[in-house]
């Protein structure tokens, strides 16, 4: 099993949709959160943290289920410009205080005019 | 404020032969890393540096990779020889620890491998 795991995608949603993305982490110990983004040939760049209480950055919402070990990322009123990968990932502590990136396969996003 | 820097942009090489792979961090991150990433998949890491120590080089295929971060700033990572399974788009990163701060990418450089 993969450590991150995420909806194979592509995603092709018209303008104004509301779309929303889930991700799958396999190490319990994981203790941090995030949804890159990386625009087609071009370098992964941090969308957003997620925190366990859920939070929210204009139309992009990110939630985390530790118990079930879920990550999610709803993008409402899809614009042309959020066409783009979406890549899940979690941070594991690698010892003395030191943390490794894991990045799942990401999810392509298209918006259609 | 410059982000991380990256060359070449694009490399094309036969298998077999050397290539060398540059990269500058973000001025004042003492944490580097190399990453490869595979088509349709995402970045894996390499190596990690802090300042010019290697502290976690386990995913590194150590008979043909190498890197070096000799004064604790830039970077070089090599490959020899190449082989057709090494052609990817290699991306370095810096933070400015290796604690809970945000990595930076760099543009990366895609290597064709024929």
């Known amino acids: 099993r993969k450590e991150v795991e995420q909806d194979p995608g592509p995603f092709n949603v018209p303008e104004g949709a509301t779309v929303a993305f889930n991700c799958t982490y396999s190490?319990?110990?994981?203790?941090?959160f995030f949804w890159y983004r990386q625009d087609c040939r071009k370098e992964p760049k941090l969308l957003m943290s997620v925190y366990s209480s859920g939070n929210e950055d204009g139309r992009f919402t990110a939630q985390l289920n530790r118990a079930s070990q879920y990550i999610s990322l709803l993008i409402r009123d899809s614009k042309l410009s959020d066409s783009a990968t979406y890549l899940c990932?979690?941070?594991?502590?690698?010892?003395?205080?030191?943390?490794?990136?894991?990045f799942g396969k990401g999810t392509k996003l298209s918006v259609i005019p | 404020e410059a982000g991380v820097v990256q060359s070449p942009r694009y490399k094309i090489i036969e298998k077999k032969q050397p290539v060398a792979f540059w990269c500058n961090p973000i001025?004042?991150?003492?944490?580097l890393y190399w990453y490869r990433q595979n088509l349709g998949q995402g970045p894996e890491l390499l190596i990690r540096y802090e300042n010019e120590e290697a502290v976690d080089d386990s995913q590194l295929p150590k008979d043909r990779f190498s890197a070096e971060r000799l004064k604790g700033v830039d970077s070089t990572l090599k490959i020899q020889p190449a082989e057709l399974g090494d052609s990817a788009v290699y991306l370095c990163?810096?933070?400015?620890?290796?604690?809970?701060?945000?990595?930076?990418f760099g543009p990366g450089t895609r290597l064709l491998v024929l």
């Open positions: 990163a810096s933070s400015l620890g290796s604690g809970s701060e945000t990595q930076y």
């Open positions: 001025s004042g991150h003492n944490t």
């Open positions: 990932v979690v941070r594991v502590g690698s010892g003395a205080g030191s943390y490794q990136l894991t």
């Open positions: 190490n319990s110990a994981s203790q941090s």
